[in-house]
């Protein structure tokens, strides 16, 4: 396994949208490449980001992340992938990357089922399915009260085999 790791991909870096490119293109995507080299002018309180998860310089996964920071909500994208998510890593990376850009609350509309249980591990709400489409939602309190809970059942576990 290579080194992996998680960036924002800008319109300055021609590698990255590169490989970018060349990840939609394996996966049978559309080319997102186009839209990171548009650099459109957006409100100051409005963001989009691509992020990309990579394998030695190879894009393996990647979010388009739009955020709307006077709301404080935001929407992830993620592209259908040719083999299924086994791994929820990436996903939650994503979800770190918004919150930690001042949103509050964040949504997913996706055809791709492979990512529900991903998505459900991770605390998201599903909203139900419109036709081919589910979607989900995570505060970050409800996020937040995950990670507590998570913890404290760890420290329980600690604690009996401790004793």
């Known amino acids: 396994m290579g080194k992996r790791y998680v960036e924002v991909v800008t319109n300055k870096d021609l590698n990255k949208i590169e490989a970018l490119n060349d990840f939609c293109l394996r996966n049978d995507t ?7 080299l548009a650099n459109k002018e ?16 190879k894009v393996i996964d990647y979010c388009f992340i739009h955020g709307e920071t006077d709301l404080k909500k935001g929407f992830l ?6 083999e299924p998510r086994k791994n929820h890593f990436f996903v939650e990376a994503a979800v770190d990357y918004a919150f930690s850009a001042g949103l509050d609350e964040v949504s ?10 991903v998505l459900e591990k991770l605390g998201f709400i599903s909203l139900g399915i419109d036709g081919d489409v589910a979607s989900y939602t ?26």
Not at 30 to 36: A, L, T, W, Y
Not at 138 to 152: A, S, T, V
């Open 30 to 36: 559309e080319n997102v490449s186009k839209n990171i």
């Open 42 to 57: 957006l409100s100051p309180v409005v963001f989009e980001d691509y992020l990309a998860y990579f394998d030695n310089e």
């Open 77 to 82: 994208s993620f592209p259908i992938t040719l």
């Open 108 to 117: 997913i509309m996706t055809k791709d089922q492979t990512l529900k249980p």
């Open 138 to 163: 995570l505060g970050l309190e409800d996020k937040e009260k995950g990670k507590i809970r998570i913890w404290n059942i760890w420290k329980e576990i600690v604690l009996l085999f401790c004793l």
